[in-house]
């Protein structure tokens, strides 16, 4: 295994929404009044709530800069500027931040506003990531958003003037009732735009969802693969790179948040249901890897605070014979693939132990012939699964 740690993020979860999408299975709620606004939220006690998390979790970060924060949700974009300036200037005072830092905030388009983009862009956030899904009225209300097309084009434009230079927009395809050419639209609209990064992903049906436990009529399998397929090419031709499975980029401007899980990274998770994976070396010099997740409910979560028990509701580390799976399920989704060194830094496993496996998945097509280098092809995209089974079986 590797002797130093690897690099380290941190993400902050949000769990509240206005309204729960159908296809959502993040930890989301609504707040349980009608009508609500973003006043209504107990801003100052889960900001609060947010720092005892984060200086419960303090000594997993072995003195590390913090290379990345993302918050998610939820919807973050309820929570004021003012939530976010006093959080970060406190995160910032308990952990150093690299030189470079990315500070990622989600927002959705139906909660936003000129003066609170300006806020946020003056707290510190750097990244905007808008959640969009789609600028078609019917696709919109099939996925029970609560933004209209011009909405979010104006967000953008809303966003731009506040000074935001790196904005992701989040499209789906595969929507109900889409057809190719709509979804070719969405892609079009979202370009004209001219987003920095472009996560564009199929919508599946997850279980504990509204659209799991009532499927709604989606395109047949050809139309699918005629969207992808199409929409992978008019991404590429305007300059788009793929380099995740789901995410493009413009030069410079892939997300270094997700490319650190990804490549396997470190992060802390604080808020109601974050997730975190830490890496430290033992007195014995052994690396250890473990996760850990907090109390989910936003309620139970705000009570933890006089808790002696803190906010953690599980954590358990990661067997030696589960890190195969584990690094190549993060690392297989990268287009570039991942040199095969690290396979040892990360696994405890000599790259030769690989080499079986390696190649019967090239037999099959599913990764590239590079001695040097773990990358799945075209093929083993669009299958991960069954490459990911030959990658770290027994």
Not at 7 to 19: A, E, F, G, K, Q
Not at 40 to 69: H, K, M
Not at 124 to 151: M, Y
Not at 350 to 367: C, D, H, V, Y
Request: proline residues 6%; charged residues 20%.
């Amino acid at each position: 295994m590797a002797d130093t740690l690897p690099p380290l993020s941190l993400y902050i979860h949000t769990p509240w929404c206005v309204r729960k999408c159908p296809y959502c299975d993040f930890n989301s709620h609504e707040p349980g009044t009608h009508g609500f606004t973003p006043r209504d939220l107990p801003e100052a006690a889960y900001l609060e709530a947010l720092l005892q998390d984060l200086d419960n979790d303090l000594n997993l970060a072995a003195g590390r800069e913090i290379q990345t924060i993302f918050i998610g949700g939820g919807t973050p974009s309820l929570l004021s500027p003012a939530f976010y300036d006093r959080l970060l200037k406190e995160i910032e005072a308990r952990l150093p931040f690299a030189n470079s830092i990315e500070i990622t905030l989600e927002a959705n388009p139906g909660t936003t506003e000129q003066e609170r983009f300006i806020g946020y862009r003056t707290a510190g956030i750097n990244r905007l990531s808008l959640g969009i899904q789609s600028f078609q009225p019917d696709q919109l209300h099939a996925l029970g958003r609560i933004h209209s097309g011009d909405e979010a084009i104006t967000a953008v434009a809303q966003a731009r003037q506040a000074g935001f230079t790196n904005i992701n927009i989040d499209l789906m395809h595969g929507l109900p009732d889409q057809t190719p050419q709509l979804a070719m639209d969405d892609i079009a609209q979202a370009l004209a735009l001219a987003p920095e990064h472009l996560s564009w992903y199929q919508l599946t049906l997850e279980p504990n969802t509204a659209f799991h436990s009532q499927p709604p009529v989606l395109p047949e399998e050809e139309a699918l693969w005629d969207i992808q397929d199409t929409g992978h090419q008019l991404l590429e031709q305007a300059g788009f790179k793929r380099y995740e499975i789901s995410a493009y980029a413009s030069a410079g401007h892939q997300s270094r948040h997700n490319l650190n899980y990804w490549q396997f990274g470190d992060y802390l998770g604080i808020g109601a249901g974050a997730h975190g994976k830490l890496s430290h070396i033992d007195e014995n010099g052994l690396w250890r890897i473990e996760r850990r997740w907090k109390t989910r409910q936003p309620d139970a979560y705000l009570k933890r605070t006089d808790d002696l028990r803190g906010f953690i509701a599980g954590k358990q580390p990661i067997k030696a014979d589960e890190l195969p799976l584990e690094f190549a399920m993060n690392a297989l989704r990268l287009t570039d693939g991942v040199a095969l060194d690290t396979w040892r830094a990360n696994t405890g496993q000599a790259p030769a132990m690989l080499l079986t496996r390696l190649q019967s998945a090239e037999k099959k097509g599913l990764l590239m012939q590079m001695p040097e280098k773990l990358r799945a092809s075209p093929q083993g995209l669009l299958f991960l699964n069954e490459l990911l089974a030959l990658i770290s079986e027994d």
